[in-house]
């Protein structure tokens, strides 16, 4: 548990994280897109061919949404320094992810990352983090896509210096509370087996977190093997979304909210299911071998024909 004595969290809001910088280029869009499923049924579907290949060259292949995930990885390159702040990573859960997308992402780009904490509340044995990350495209100076990343640090909470907990955020709550499942019938339901490798082709995209690839870690953390990574679960989701309401067109997504309910094992099966909102797509997606909800969220649409 945080020393209240040594974490103050009016000076861990005031930190300024350094700016970062990361570039990617069409190897790396191709290899995320595998990675979190395209063409891995099909390896010629005509609504997933063009992430990772493109008749006129690569240059043109398009980017998934989430892809916007990748950009915020490296943007806090020694973890979560913030000061009088002491957590074990190895106790770190990934709680929610929140995206909003500005603009299509470029097939390689040159980017610079903003860094901010934007809410920090504390549970008792727990503190939660959101780390807010603005990613810049670095030539034309526009905003590409913020990422607002939920962190539960066990260990590290009981630093309020009041009777009340400290919790603050920087933004409307609603933006990424829990969704209220419709007890309608699906709009769609799109049905996606994940590979045994599949963490292991994941990780290249950036996140080596050995959870997802070293067998001895993975028991230490109470699971029986490795798992895979919460943003590849929330790739394949998505693409679910993309494929079946959007059309295959990625650039329909406005934002996308994620909350992680519990892990997937490389090799299971991913259903997900949608409901259509007006241009609000709320999802679930269950483990059919276990028949249990890993994730859920919502996602915003742009452009939705209304006769879909």
Request: net charge neutral; glycine share 8%; proline share 6%.
């Amino acid at each position: 548990m945080a020393d209240s004595s040594e974490f103050d969290p009016a000076l861990a809001l005031s930190h300024k994280f350094p700016d970062t910088t990361h570039s990617y280029t069409e190897r790396d869009v191709a290899l995320y897109a595998l990675g979190i499923g395209a063409c891995a049924s099909d390896a010629v579907d005509e609504d997933e061919l063009k992430f990772v290949y493109h008749e006129n060259g690569q240059e043109f292949i398009k980017v998934l949404p989430t892809f916007a995930a990748i950009l915020s990885l490296g943007s806090i390159p020694s973890g979560i320094d913030l000061p009088g702040l002491q957590y074990d990573p190895r106790l770190l859960l990934h709680g929610q992810q929140y995206i909003e997308l500005y603009k299509p992402f470029p097939s390689s780009c040159h980017i610079q990352n903003k860094v901010s904490l934007a809410g920090l509340h504390d549970k008792g044995k727990a503190a939660i983090l959101e780390i807010e990350t603005k990613s810049y495209e670095k030539e034309s100076g526009d905003l590409l896509c913020m990422n607002r990343t939920t962190v539960y640090l066990r260990g590290a909470g009981g630093f309020s210096k009041s009777s009340s907990p400290f919790s603050y955020s920087n933004y409307p709550l609603n933006q990424t509370s829990a969704v209220k499942i419709p007890e309608s019938k699906p709009f769609s339901v799109f049905e996606d087996r994940t590979h045994p490798s599949q963490a292991l082709l994941y990780r290249l995209s950036g996140d080596y977190n050995p959870l997802h690839s070293d067998p001895l870690i993975a028991k230490v953390a109470g699971f029986s093997q490795p798992i895979l990574h919460g943003l590849c679960t929330l790739g394949f989701a998505v693409r679910a979304i993309v494929k079946n309401i959007c059309k295959g067109d990625p650039d329909m997504i406005k934002s996308i909210t994620g909350r992680f309910l519990l892990h997937v094992y490389p090799g299971e099966t991913l259903v997900t299911e949608m409901w259509l909102e007006g241009s609000r797509v709320i999802y679930r997606t269950v483990v059919k071998e276990r028949k249990r909800s890993v994730l859920s969220g919502s996602v915003v649409l742009r452009g939705l024909n209304s006769s879909l």
